[in-house]
């Protein structure tokens, strides 16, 4: 049988953001692992690549100039100043997986996400959360790399940041990674049933 | 740990619907079996309790006065004459049971979650699917119950109805009880998610 309803006629894209310390990063990692029908987007940054970075994999290293007309032509979904660098979530990649009906995932920041819902609002946005403000700090104290100045500043930005949950789509929190991939999973499998995601529902059934 | 996240502030109604044959019945008893949270509505009827029926379990049974004034005062949400009576779904059981936090369930007919969604479009909408219409045909036959007359015209509005999953949220196409019932629970599980489901979500993440 032709079990069409497996595929979507376009895929989405998927906005996993929230505060740091939330743990975007490793919620999105496990989840990646887990579905093969997930894919990473790909940011574009004008840092010079590292030994083992692959352009195109795990960022398209461009110039600063390449960098500004993408800017300047509406080619990026957004992007931040970050130290010296830029960084950026290029428009093309994402939409073209979109098209082959991928599901396409991007990390970000509260600050990206909401850009990118000024710019394409068709995207599914969901806001990690922390189960409470102590296990945020722990968090942010937990990498060794922050002094206590960044943790300060850290802490003060995601309590500022939960403001805007209410700008998103739906929420999940991360008390248990395990759990939290659980629920990114289901938002995910509701979203694959979306009526407007599929064309010609009828004809399928009836087997035109 | 206060774990917030497990309560939304107000539940949702959930509609079930399709064309006959697609197994509503089927999915929503075998769901309300494997979730708690998950509550049935009841309608209301002026046909005469039968043995073993019990008042506002299996039904609310009124009387025509009674059915007919509940109409003019908008206390149904939907509701349709069946051969010499009355079937309708009051609007006060299901909306005092989302307004207490639970998902309730509706099992109903094309024409009915239409009515519905002109007057309440914040329920969530599911059109279940047959997976083509040869195992339509074979389960609308499967009812001893039909005549060959009865079967044709099941059939036929089956096929006119195909058209109204434009208007739903979503499509659950049931080709095994056991996956339309798991795409469901998805559905349920993403909607618990929605930010707008929550009141307060900041003050409950900082504890306030």
Redesign the interface.
């Known amino acids: ?1 032709n ?1 069409w ?1 497996n595929n979507m006629s376009r895929g989405f894209l998927l906005v996993l953001s929230g505060p740091s310390g939330a743990g975007k990063g490793t919620v999105c990692d496990a989840l990646l692992k887990k579905n093969k029908g997930v894919v990473s987007s790909v940011s574009a940054t004008t840092r010079k690549k590292r030994p083992g970075e692959v352009d195109g994999e795990n960022y398209f290293f461009v110039s600063e100039e390449k960098f500004q007309e993408m800017i300047d032509n509406g080619e990026m979904l957004e992007y931040a100043h970050v130290h010296e660098n830029m960084y950026g979530t290029p428009k093309k990649f994402a939409m073209d997986k979109v098209e082959e009906g991928e599901i396409v995932i991007l990390e970000i920041d509260v600050q990206g996400a909401l850009q990118i819902k000024k710019v394409y609002s068709d995207a599914i946005f ?2 990690l ?5 102590d296990e945020l700090k722990k968090r942010i104290v937990g990498r060794a790399t922050e002094t206590e100045h960044s943790i300060e500043i850290r802490y003060k930005n995601a ?1 500022r940041e ?2 805007f ?2 700008e ?6 991360n ?1 248990t990674v395990e759990q939290a991939v659980k ?1 990114v ?3 995910i ?3 694959k ?3 407007k995601r ?1 064309k010609y ?2 004809e399928k ?3 035109e």
Chains 1, 2 share one sequence.
């Open positions: 049988m079990r309803w969901i806001f959360l922390p189960p409470n403000m309590f939960l403001d949950v209410e998103y789509d739906y929420f999940v929190v008390d629920d999973e289901s938002i499998e509701a979203e049933h979306r009526v599929f529902i009828k059934v009836i087997g």
